[in-house]
C-alpha cells in the first residue's frame, strides 16, 4: 500500500468497555489506550478520538511495535490506568505472546 498512512488504534479494547468505560479528562482511574504508527498526524488523530471517548493514549512508538498490545498480550483488551499500562507495554516480551 504506497503512500498509506497506518496507525493501530481501536484493536486492544472490547466495544462494551469503549461504550461504557470513558470518563472525563482528569478522572480517577481514567483507563488509557494504546496507539502505534510511524505518522505523527495519525496518531494525533486517534488521540483525538480516545479523547473524545473517554480515555488516555499512550504511544507505543512505531507501528513496529503494535505487537505489544495484540491478542495474547497482557495489554489487550484489560481495562488499565494511563501508568499501569505504560508499565505492561515497556515489559511486554515477544515470548510473553506465546505464554499466553
Known amino acids: 500500500m504506497p ?5 493501530k488504534a481501536f484493536n486492544s479494547i ?3 468497555d469503549l461504550e461504557n468505560n470513558g470518563r472525563p ?3 480517577p482511574e481514567r483507563y488509557a489506550l494504546p496507539i502505534a504508527g510511524d505518522d505523527e498526524e495519525g496518531k494525533a ?7 473524545q471517548f ?3 493514549t499512550v504511544d507505543a512508538g512505531p507501528l513496529s511495535e503494535g505487537w ?7 495489554a489487550y483488551c484489560v481495562p488499565l490506568t494511563k501508568i499501569r ?5 515497556a ?3 515477544h515470548n510473553a505472546k506465546l505464554k499466553a
Not at 488523530?45 to 479523547?51: Q, S
Not at 505489544?68 to 497482557?74: K, Q
Open 45 to 51: 488523530i486517534a488521540t483525538t478520538l480516545y479523547n
Open 14 to 16: 472490547k466495544m462494551h
Open 25 to 27: 479528562i482528569g478522572a
Open 91 to 93: 515489559t511486554t516480551m
Open 68 to 74: 505489544r498490545f495484540e491478542h495474547g498480550t497482557p
Open 85 to 89: 499500562l505504560e508499565n505492561i507495554l
Open 54 to 56: 473517554g480515555f488516555d
Open 3 to 7: 503512500g498509506a498512512r497506518i496507525t
